[in-house]
């Protein structure tokens, strides 16, 4: 069963404070996607990931495809910041994205 | 554009109506998806269409959904006799191709549907 779990479904921050979202996995995967949906619902493609690392700005994704596992991590968080993270996955085994709940993440002056 | 464009971005409809929604893929993306998502809830996989092949349909929930894709770029969707349980975000993406590793996609702004 292809499945996506992401934790935590809820975080709130102090601005400044740095910030960890994860997503696990069931099996293997061609393409990871890190979203980005602010509260009118529209939504940016942060980051696209097979391997390793990238970075942009504040923001680094890192996934590791053996614990097949991805983390997203916010330095340095500004109440900008405040949105949904939704993480993207397309298995191995199909062609459509599963995604994540996505976490909520609210960044306190 | 140099996104994948969907419209319109808002759509207040009358229950009972029909309703069209459109999505504008990345120039030579050869494929595109349909996504929604209801309140409260993740996003949901409705169709994705790859070049010329038959569109996997999967995910469409009753037969009053339908979409198209003319000349293998606009894809419309629609949806019939609309129901309030059809209120949605639906959200948009294409990609260059749909299964090769590495492949990039890019995702729509989505449209917010309200049926009253």
């Known amino acids: 069963k292809n499945e996506v779990e992401q934790s935590p479904q809820n975080l709130t921050a102090q601005e400044g404070e740095f910030i960890t979202i994860n997503c696990s996995y069931s099996v293997g995967i061609s393409a990871l996607h890190w979203l980005q949906q602010h509260p009118g619902g529209g939504i940016v493609s942060l980051f696209m990931?097979?391997?390793g690392k990238k970075k942009h700005g504040r923001l680094i994704a890192t996934i590791n495809i053996q614990e097949k596992h991805s983390s997203l991590h916010i330095t340095a968080s500004h109440p900008r910041d405040s949105a949904v993270y939704i993480c993207a996955v397309r298995f191995d085994t199909g062609n459509q994205f599963y995604f994540g709940t996505g976490t909520s993440l609210t960044v306190i002056p | 554009g140099a996104g994948v464009s969907q419209s319109p971005s808002n759509k207040v409809t009358e229950k009972g109506k029909d309703v069209e929604l459109r999505c504008d893929p990345i120039?030579?993306?050869?494929?595109l998806y349909w996504y929604r998502q209801s309140l409260g809830q993740g996003l949901e996989f409705l169709i994705y269409f790859q070049g010329n092949s038959a569109p996997d349909k999967s995910g469409l929930p009753s037969d009053r959904f339908s979409a198209e894709r003319t000349g293998g770029s606009v894809s419309t969707l629609t949806i019939q006799r609309t129901q309030q349980e059809d209120s949605a975000v639906y959200l948009c993406?294409?990609?260059?191709?749909?299964?090769?590793?590495?492949?990039?996609?890019?995702f729509g702004q989505g449209t917010r549907l309200t049926v009253v």
């Open positions: 990931l097979s391997s």
């Open positions: 993406a294409s990609s260059l191709v749909g299964r090769i590793m590495n492949t990039e996609a890019f």
């Open positions: 120039s030579g993306h050869t494929a």
